[in-house]
């Protein structure tokens, strides 16, 4: 069953140092690319978390947000009273230069950057939280993917929808092919006669143009490659592996099929069936871009 590209999943695991909260979210990308945000004390784990996301999600971009509330064992906030000094000292001057009156907030002086710290603790005690962290990845995972899955259900009952139409128009274009051409030929004579009256061309003359007519609009390997190609789609549609690039490669050969049909169609009839059958691959077209 087919996959759409996007989805949300949210996952939680606790441990000594704290809860891990891990949110994943994707959307729509041309290729694979997974981008962790996570706290400073965590940072050792990125690449095994990444290389963990890229195998359950293949295509799209994906972003994985991690949090620690409650992170004991992840660090100990620490004052640093000498800069801490420099601030209240830099503003004490300003104030007086200025003429102002009035404390200096311990808030503001807080507030500075690296005026307060959090010091990671040992390396052995970090070593101890990938089991936990990469549960609550994996939750968020399987959550991802239920998403993806049930979206991809409702591509996949549009798709079939869709197909039936492009049978349709097919079959029209199959069924009007070969009237073309006798529709030609008649219209041919018709029109000779109304030209020379009494007169007339040699039928071998007549039979020489409408084989040339025939040859032009001739759409038969036009018509054996576009249902070869449809039942690829539809074969690759039933795949459980990744297969968005796949279906777009078709849709672009599909559509190469459908425009030289356009070009040879000397008929009004099938025209309008190559105009309905473009719409129809675009809408199908756009909807691909959304699969994994």
């Given at each position: 069953m087919i996959k759409s590209m996007t989805g949300y999943g949210k996952g939680e695991a606790v441990h000594e140092a704290g809860r891990f909260i891990v949110e994943v979210r994707c959307v729509n990308h041309r290729y694979g690319e997974v981008t962790v945000k996570l706290p400073r004390a965590l940072m050792q784990f990125e690449n095994e978390i990444k290389k963990r996301v890229g195998e359950r999600l293949v295509r799209g971009k994906i972003d994985v947000f991690i949090q620690v509330e409650n992170a004991v064992a992840l660090g100990v906030p620490t004052p640093n009273l000498p800069l801490a000094r420099g601030y209240l000292k830099a503003y004490q001057t300003i104030g007086e230069a200025l003429g102002l009156s009035g404390q200096v907030d311990l808030s503001l002086i807080a507030a500075q950057r690296d005026v307060v710290t959090v010091a990671a603790e040992a390396e052995a005690t970090l070593e101890e939280i990938p089991q936990e962290l990469l549960a609550a990845v994996d939750d968020a995972l399987r959550r991802v993917d239920e998403m993806r899955l049930f979206e991809g259900e409702s591509l996949f009952g549009d798709f079939k929808k869709r197909r039936e139409t492009l049978d349709r128009l097919i079959g029209q274009v199959g069924e009007r092919a070969p009237l073309v051409v006798s529709e030609y030929a008649q219209r041919?004579?018709?029109?000779?006669?109304?030209?020379?009256?009494?007169?007339?061309?040699?039928?071998?003359?007549?039979?020489?143009?409408?084989?040339?007519?025939?040859?032009?609009?001739?759409?038969?390997?036009?018509l054996v490659r576009l249902g070869s190609h449809m039942r690829q789609f539809d074969e690759t549609l039933a795949q459980s592996e990744p297969v968005g690039r796949k279906l777009d490669f078709l849709l672009q050969e599909i559509n190469r099929e459908v425009n030289t049909i356009g070009s040879k169609a000397n008929d009004a009839q099938m025209a309008a069936c190559v105009v309905e059958l473009k719409a129809e691959l675009e809408k199908i077209r756009e909807q691909v871009q959304n699969i994994e």
């Open positions: 041919l004579k018709e029109r000779i006669a109304q030209l020379l009256g009494e007169g007339s061309l040699p039928e071998e003359r007549i039979a020489q143009e409408v084989a040339v007519m025939a040859d032009k609009c001739d759409v038969t390997e036009e």
